[in-house]
């Protein structure tokens, strides 16, 4: 009998992060590590560190795993490896060398884990770098990830802290991964909305960072388990800024803004709440609309900050490479999350 790899979890996907208020908490008592080199590392925390080489090469360097949010273990494989590359990608940097991270039921069939990892090796090598070894644990969850490498030069580094006033923001994909599978699991998605869900979290933000890398972006984030509003808060207190999100201007999947109507929410959306809520001032906004902007993603996109005037070249670029964009906001003098 195939195996149903969501049955084996409790939750799945970015939405099984921990608690981004509970992790601020922990991470405020490290001391920083004073190291001239080190360009990115807590103070602040970023999508990746990032260690200087010489003057032309820095290294990046991330990780991220979790348990399963589909039940195809090749797709479970391809999107776990997404994420983690992503975050690379996130940086500014080039992907070079992965390393599997795993821990699998020892009675879960061979093939399943298998597939996983051919899955993940093919993406590996979708993004230009190669899947090396890795460590595998046992453990009644079954979870997937990589351990991954890249370079970026040490004045390409896209920082989540640079965003200006007078920046233009723009997200690379459409939200609501989390609501769709969350609602195909109480029926109230349907296959068509699941493929198309699916489809963007296996696509790497390769293509994105490949027409970013001209256009000198101030800050860059991918769209993750603390959802929109988690990851542009982060981005605004980082950078000592006010980030005003126009809600009519995002892009949602099919079905996602259905789920959020019927009052469901992901196990993800209360955690985020409680990280970002407090910075955000939303009103007037239908709750629908925070919902989705509260969503854990998985392989997100990617959220640029970038002077206004560069914009529309950055939106002709991206459309005449057929690569989705949308302007979903603008950087003002101030602090927080502004939802408009």
């Known amino acids: 009998m195939a195996v149903r790899l969501t049955d084996l979890v409790t939750s799945g996907g970015c939405a099984a992060k921990y608690p981004a208020a509970r992790l601020q908490e922990l991470l405020a008592g490290f001391v920083p590590v004073e190291a001239e ?17 010489d003057d032309e090469t820095a290294l990046v360097f991330t990780l991220d795993f979790f348990p399963p949010l589909v039940d195809d273990p090749g797709e479970f494989g391809t999107i ?19 390393l599997s991270i795993a821990e699998f039921p020892e009675d879960l069939p061979q093939e399943t884990i298998a597939a996983i990892l051919e899955a993940a090796d093919r993406q590996v090598r ?24 890249g370079t970026v030069h040490p004045d390409g580094v896209w920082p989540k802290a640079g965003a200006r006033p007078g920046d233009a923001l723009y ?6 991964t989390g609501l769709v599978l969350h609602g195909a699991a109480r029926g109230l998605a349907g296959e068509e909305e699941t493929r ?33 509003l988690g990851h542009a808060h982060e981005m605004a207190e980082r950078s000592g800024v006010r980030l005003v999100l126009e809600a009519g201007s995002w892009p949602v999947l099919d079905g996602a803004l259905e789920v959020a109507r019927a009052g469901e929410k992901t196990g993800g959306d209360r955690r985020n709440r409680d990280f970002a809520a407090a910075h955000v001032s939303a009103d ?28 529309p070249a950055l939106a002709a670029e991206l459309d005449a490479r057929a690569l989705f964009v949308r302007r979903i906001g603008r950087v003002e003098d101030g602090a927080g999350v502004v939802v408009v």
């Open 37 to 53: 080199d080190l360009l990115v590392g807590l103070s602040p925390a970023d999508d990746a560190a990032v260690y200087r080489l």
């Open 80 to 98: 776990a490896a997404t994420n983690a590359l992503n975050d690379v990608f996130a940086m500014g940097g080039r992907p070079l060398l992965a």
């Open 126 to 149: 979708e993004a230009g770098a190669i899947l090396a070894g890795g460590h595998t644990l046992r453990d009644k969850e079954p979870k997937y990830g990589l351990a991954v490498v």
């Open 171 to 176: 997200l690379t994909k459409p939200l609501g």
């Open 196 to 228: 198309a869900a699916v489809g963007w979290m296996t696509t790497l933000n390769r293509d994105w960072a490949d027409v970013l890398r001209a256009f000198r972006p101030s800050a860059v984030t991918d769209i993750t388990g603390f959802g929109l």
């Open 284 to 311: 007037g906004v239908d709750e629908e609309l925070l919902v989705l902007g509260y969503d854990p993603q998985t392989a997100g996109g990617l959220l640029v900050s970038l002077p206004a005037d560069k914009g």
